[in-house]
């Protein structure tokens, strides 16, 4: 409970790793972080990254009903036009952020609609989404959904944002929230009104609601893969170590908590299952799982040009970890938890058997901070040096790291700087610049840079 008291006085009501006893975060400035391979990953990392394989959703699907997040104090808001920017510490790199908008509630993600209208869309964790036009900080309010959104806990709220890969001609889109009163999670469809420029609030099909034990380890994080099908990361269901059932609910398969789900909405109601989902006709396994083995994925992405898959989980007390899938993977990976954290056995003894466990691609230790959050690998067009690398940071410390593999495939990880805001999600635009969402600060930050390598 050390860490709590620690991190309550700084960030109060916002530390995704959860709950537990560990180090006390001490951030270590212009530190390189070492890079960690693992040579039993059952990730390849001596060949070049695949090329993309996933494939557009099939017509058919068999049918399967199931029923599935952050609150600090407030915070002052700074003018985005007094806000100083922080360069990179790093000979690689000379990142900085420029503020495009402030005055949000504790925002938790920044996405766009892929409908050419060029809109960040915000969501702000209390359940209220917004959108900016290009080239302006002046803010619009898209949907509204307070009424049946929990924030109560700083797990909670609504989480998570995904318009349809065809938002452009439906109008589709869907969000991840903790519900009122009991706080589960909710995946819902909703849809645009005859005004694009707002939601119509009456329009929601719940999709799936999973019961939530504890009020942490939400999970949130909604994003459609290169195959159509939506992809939902799912926490363990809270409290400290996965302490539910003989074996956790991260390892089990037969709960949605502690996973990566795939559903195709494309042929609801409610949804399918992807007939290739690995646990399709899987005994006491839940055909909705993509990937199991996972704490608290609070944000994952795919990269837009190969297809591969960035899981950042949030750790228990001691390591954060970046988990990687490759776009041929036909799922099924056991990321691990919670028989390991990162790259270490949690439990130890005889339970810590590591065979057929997926590996991180690299960790960071909470000397460095105290809960990781997932970016994006760069594919804009502003910074041609930064091309094929995946940046994250840490919520508490707001260090930044970059990783790609080198030409030999091993994963090479450094820190690159350091932002003064308490990061609480990356987000990417329609031409694939990058963003950040200041949870503490209310603020929008674009990705710039005032030199390259």
């Known amino acids: 409970m050390n860490r709590i008291f620690f991190w309550l006085t700084l960030v109060l009501a916002f530390c995704l790793s959860a709950c537990t006893a560990g180090a006390t975060p001490t951030p270590i400035a212009s530190t390189t972080l070492p890079t960690l391979v693992s040579p039993t990953d059952t990730v390849a990392l001596n060949t070049p990254p695949p090329t993309s394989t996933r494939v557009a959703p099939t017509a058919t699907a068999e049918s399967t009903r199931a029923p599935a997040a952050l609150t600090p104090r407030t915070q002052p808001t700074p003018s985005t036009t007094a806000r100083q920017t922080r360069t990179g510490d790093s000979a690689l790199f000379g990142l900085d952020i420029a503020p495009i908008a402030d005055e949000f509630t504790r925002p938790v993600f920044i996405t766009n609609a892929g409908d050419d209208s060029n809109r960040l869309f915000v969501l702000e964790q209390q359940g209220r989404i917004y959108f900016l036009n290009a080239g ?53 469809q909703y849809q645009v009104s005859s005004n694009p420029d707002k939601a119509e609030p009456n329009s929601a099909q719940i999709l799936l609601t999973i019961d939530q034990p504890e009020p942490n380890h939400n999970g949130g994080m909604l994003a459609f893969g290169p195959d159509g099908y939506l992809y939902i990361g799912t926490g363990d269901g809270g409290g400290a170590g996965d302490l539910h059932g003989d074996i956790g609910n991260g390892q089990s398969r037969n709960t949605l908590l502690g996973k990566i789900l795939r559903l195709d909405v494309n042929n609801a109601p409610p949804y399918q299952i992807p007939p290739s989902n690995p646990f399709v006709n899987t005994a006491d396994a839940r055909p909705e799982i993509w990937a199991y083995g996972l704490r608290n994925p609070w944000r994952f992405s795919f990269d837009r040009a190969t297809g591969d898959l960035y899981i950042a989980d949030v750790g228990q007390g001691t390591y954060e970890e970046i988990n990687f899938q490759p776009a041929a993977s036909g799922g099924g990976e056991n990321y691990g938890w919670r028989t390991m954290e990162g790259n270490h056995c ?36 502003a910074f041609a040096w930064l091309q094929g690398y995946y940046l994250f940071a840490d919520y508490c410390t707001g260090i930044v790291w970059a990783t790609r593999r080198d030409t030999s495939g091993a994963w090479q990880t450094r ?9 609480s999600s990356f987000g990417q635009d329609e031409q694939g610049e990058l963003y950040i969402a200041g949870h503490k600060s209310g603020t929008v930050y674009k990705l710039t840079s005032q030199a390259g390598p």
């Open 136 to 188: 302006s900080a002046r803010k619009h309010l898209f949907l509204d959904l307070r009424e049946i959104v929990n924030d109560k806990g700083n797990e909670q709220g609504l989480l998570g944002l995904a318009f349809h890969p065809d938002y452009k001609n439906n109008g589709k889109f869907y969000v991840d929230y903790t519900n009122l009163p009991n706080g589960d999670t909710v995946i819902a």
């Open 346 to 381: 949690f439990r130890g003894g005889d339970s810590c058997n590591t065979a057929g466990l997926t590996r991180p691609i690299t960790e960071y230790t909470h000397d460095l901070g105290c809960s990781v959050t997932g970016g994006y690998v760069y594919r804009g067009q």
């Open 415 to 423: 820190q690159v700087t350091t932002f003064d805001d308490t990061i």
